[in-house]
């Protein structure tokens, strides 16, 4: 008879197949979907009973599938195969990609399916021979010295998962000489240190995790002369207190480094000095409050990405961010921080920045300084702040912008009713953008049609909850680029012809559900060439003569089994008589209308109306030339606790006229200025409050080139 797990196994399996090989199927009934299923199945089965066979017991609930497509060779798959002990294989000569027994669910969690592997007892794979094992989401307490015998020259990945009381077992690992990948989850472990974590056989590994484990302090020397190949270390979940500098120093190849929920809030100075070779630093879920001057020193040549997300970092705290020179830096993740301001001169340095993450902090305002340095930045978040406005000419300094979020502005505190406003002149610099997400931000709608008119080469435009009442006519006459609009869950009563103009050979996807549109109108939706998506649900339509061009083109997708069919739902509002009918539901000669309904007639703009718009005066870019650029840059910049020294190197000293320095503590907004002798190539200011940030920007006045000037500001922190 045959197993239900293995039946359970293949249905889900033909079911993926499904989705995979039909994504826009959808079949009638259920006959025909356990037709589908039984077809799909029948092909797994045969695939694999014409291959090898499976060495996996018959009634353990454990199948042979194929890898993933880019690879060849199977997997063993026993997730959630309700095995409490490893069962007993058939030797197999073949040699497996993975051997898999985790599970959907934690083990904590009550489940039937569940593995729940508590032993590993000796030669528990005997005859077998895999490149992976996941023991991950068990709860394991004992290994045995041998377990994993007869895998040393195969086993390259292997994730386990203990019982948070049970040690770490590294005599058994230590004989997996091929190790590349090895993941450690929910044992007992405090000390990671020389004589406590034995991986000195491991000297292929690359990859090494310590997630969910009572481990409060990394020793020195533990991986001295160690994991010489190691490239990525992760950190997660831990009790460690106080970042491990010394710990992790010997590290020298390390590529990918996260310290994650850890219950660290420093980083210390020159943290990361010795790992030249870090290209990705995750640092989030921290409740990080201090970045230490310097704390980056050491991988700013390298590193690629930085993540400070979710940690409790204010604008007086990330100086060390801007005091640094990033030449590599792509993605910068500040999100869900307590900025309130961005700092002059924050991201000065950050010229290859490509992603900037400054979402749910606590903005008010984007000043037109803020994003000075970011030539080459391409997506930008700042949403789920408090933001009202953004300054003119912000966005002069980041040319290459692609994609813009604002939604969700002033959503963070309960009640707020300011409005975002979003001008003509505050959208300058934006020649490129192509996706502009305002969702749910309550915005200025006269203010915004008119910045929305500068911003030509839109491809997705998202404008749903943000309180628009009527969309003029013509506002897309130059937008023929723009192929998703969403204008879902406003205030609009009417779409017509006039109003979408201008999007007929271009539009893909159209979104006005939740509103107040009770008509739509056949001149202004039969025109659309490209149109594949129509969202209008929600809508209370008045279910008349005007909808008979939707019944039928309704009927139409129903007969073609089309995929819009089943996303569309139209329901009738009024009148009376067809309240809450799906339209489809309804007779079609039912959809009637009075004796006075003239049919109208659609419209031809060949051209369309002229519009007039007042013409805006364009905003002179602040930002440095590129033949000043190449004069001068700062060198070093020293912090002692009440000093702070720059130095600078300049190409051709007689071009410049002078310098000027000002600085002003973070937050007390009260400038002091200094004049440099013009044949300086240093400054030192001394006096300063310990343990304190300051913003210093550095004003070079240029002869002979139009009496330009560049200004450089840099955050610094004196040390305590």
């Known amino acids: 008879m045959e197993n239900d797990s293995d039946h359970c196994n293949a249905y889900n399996q033909g079911l993926l197949i499904t989705f995979v090989l039909f994504p826009f199927r959808f079949v009638d009934n259920i006959d025909n979907m356990q037709w589908t299923i039984f077809m799909v199945f029948f092909t797994l089965v045969g695939k694999s009973l014409s291959g090898q066979s499976c060495p996996a017991p018959a009634n353990s609930g454990c199948t042979c599938v194929d890898g993933p497509p880019d690879s060849t060779g199977r997997v063993i798959n026993c997730r959630d195969a309700g095995l409490t002990s490893i069962p007993v294989f058939t030797p197999s000569d073949e040699v497996f990609l993975e051997l898999t027994f985790s599970n959907i669910q934690s083990p904590s969690v009550y ?3 569940c593995n729940k592997i508590t032993v590993v007892p000796d030669n528990a794979f005997q005859g077998i021979k895999f490149k992976a094992l996941d023991l991950s989401k068990n709860s394991v307490t004992d290994f045995k010295t041998g377990a994993f015998a007869g895998l040393e020259d195969y086993l390259e990945e292997l994730v386990i998962q203990g019982s948070s009381s049970a040690p770490v077992p590294y005599t058994a690992i230590s004989r997996l000489r091929k190790l590349k990948k090895l993941s450690l989850s929910h044992f007992s ?23 969910n484990m009572n481990t409060e302090f990394i020793q020195s020397d533990a991986f001295k002369d160690r994991v010489p190949m190691l490239k990525r270390l992760v950190l997660e979940n831990l009790k460690i207190r106080t970042f491990p500098v010394a710990g992790i120093a010997e590290l020298t190849s390390l590529e990918h480094l996260s310290a994650v929920n850890l219950q660290i809030k420093e980083i210390p100075y020159q943290a990361f000095a010795s790992l030249h070779n870090l290209q990705e630093l995750v640092l989030s879920h921290n409740g ?5 001057s ?5 991988i700013q040549d390298t590193l690629r990405y930085l993540g400070l997300h979710i940690n409790n970092l204010d604008e007086s705290s990330v100086g060390a961010i801007a005091s640094e020179r990033w030449d590599r830096l792509e993605q910068l993740n500040l999100g869900h921080n307590n900025i309130k301001v961005i700092p002059n001169g924050l991201f000065y340095n950050m010229r290859s920045l490509v992603y900037l993450n400054i979402d749910s902090n606590w903005l008010t305002k984007i000043e037109s300084e803020d994003f000075q340095g970011l030539d080459s930045l391409q997506f930008l978040d700042v949403s789920y702040n408090n933001l009202q406005a953004i300054e003119d000419g912000a966005f002069l300094k980041t040319p290459k912008l692609q994609e813009l979020d604002i939604r969700g502005e002033n959503t963070n505190t309960p009640g707020n009713k300011a409005t975002f406003l979003l001008t003509e002149r505050s959208v300058q610099g934006l020649d490129h953008l192509e996706r502009l997400i305002l969702a749910d931000t309550l915005t200025d709608e006269a203010a915004l049609w008119g910045a929305l008119k500068r911003l030509t080469n839109l491809q997705v435009l998202k404008l749903g909850g943000t309180g628009i009442t009527e969309i003029p006519d013509f506002q897309f006459e130059n937008n023929a680029q723009l192929k998703y609009l969403v204008v879902d869950n406003n205030k609009l009563t009417k779409l017509t012809e006039q109003q979408l103009y201008g999007l007929t050979d271009n539009l893909v996807s159209l979104n006005i559900g939740n509103n107040q549109i009770s008509e739509l109108d056949e ?8 149109l594949e998506m129509l969202y209008i649900n929600n809508l209370p339509l008045h279910c008349d003569c005007k909808l008979v061009w939707l019944f039928d083109w309704l009927n139409e997708l129903r007969i073609k089994q089309d995929i819009k069919f089943y996303l569309i739902r139209a329901v009738c509002n009024t009148p009376s008589l067809l309240a809450n009918t799906n339209l489809l539901s309804v007779n079609r000669s039912h959809l009637v209308c009075d004796s006075s309904y003239t049919p109208k007639k659609c419209n031809n703009f060949t051209p369309p109306p002229s519009q007039t718009t007042t013409p805006v005066l364009p905003i002179e870019p602040v930002t440095r030339s590129s033949l000043a650029d190449g004069i001068f840059s700062f060198e070093k910049i020293s ?7 720059f130095e600078w190197r300049v190409t051709d000293p007689d071009k410049i006229e002078k310098y000027v320095m000002d600085y002003q503590l973070l937050r007390t907004f009260q400038w002091q200025s200094v004049e440099v002798p013009r044949t300086a190539l240093s400054f030192e200011k001394e006096n300063l409050r310990k343990n304190s940030n300051y913003l210093f920007c550095l004003t070079v006045v240029l002869r002979d080139l139009d009496k330009s000037s560049i200004r450089p500001c840099v955050v610094v922190n004196t040390l305590s």
Not at 288 to 292: A, F, G, I, S, V
Not at 523 to 529: E, V
Not at 639 to 645: P, Y
């Open 639 to 645: 912090e002692s606790s009440s000093t702070v020294r």
């Open 294 to 298: 310097g704390c980056f020193d050491g």
């Open 189 to 211: 472990q405090s000390i990671i240190g020389r004589d406590s974590t034995d991986i000195q056989s491991l000297m292929n590994l690359e990859t090494l995790e310590f997630k």
């Open 111 to 113: 489940c039937d399916r």
């Open 288 to 292: 990080l409050t201090t970045l230490r």
């Open 523 to 530: 001149c202004a939706l039969n025109k659309f060439t490209k």
